[in-house]
């Protein structure tokens, strides 16, 4: 037989996970020149226009 799991482990283990992965996010976005974060900004604009273009309207919508 297994021994059981310590259910406090696992959930501060998980927690400890995702707060790395978004202190690596904040990181790597705060870690940008002023013009880097800019351009990534326009990058991000242009791929949700490019998104919103290609959507139908529905009859409603009209």
């Known amino acids: 037989m297994t021994e ?3 259910l406090n482990k696992v959930r501060k283990a998980r927690a400890k996970a995702e707060a790395k992965r978004k202190a690596d996010t904040n990181a790597a976005f705060h870690g940008l020149t002023k013009a880097q ?3 990534a900004r326009a990058e991000a604009a242009r791929a949700a226009a490019r998104h919103a273009a290609g959507r139908r309207n529905s009859p409603e919508e009209e």
């Open 37 to 39: 974060k800019q351009a």
């Open 4 to 6: 059981p799991a310590n």
